[in-house]
């Protein structure tokens, strides 16, 4: 697991957006931003925390009604 700098908890979430290249992990870049977007639509939101070195935890808050 390599974590990431706090400065990019907000920029995991973007369209496209990769922290580390191909060549270590594969995708898009969209699943986050998918997420993103649905909790975004369903009044929810969600979170994302890192730590460099050690892992990230991504946190999703669902609106309950």
């Known amino acids: 697991m390599d ?13 496209f957006e990769r922290l580390h ?17 649905i909790m975004d639509n369903n009044g929810g939101f969600n979170q994302a925390h890192g730590v460099p070195g050690e892992g990230a935890v991504f946190e999703l808050f669902f609106r309950y009604e």
């Open 3 to 15: 974590g990431f700098a706090p400065e990019h908890q907000e920029r995991v979430f973007d369209m």
């Open 21 to 37: 290249g191909p060549d270590k992990y594969t995708g898009t870049g969209i699943g986050l931003a998918i997420c993103r977007r």
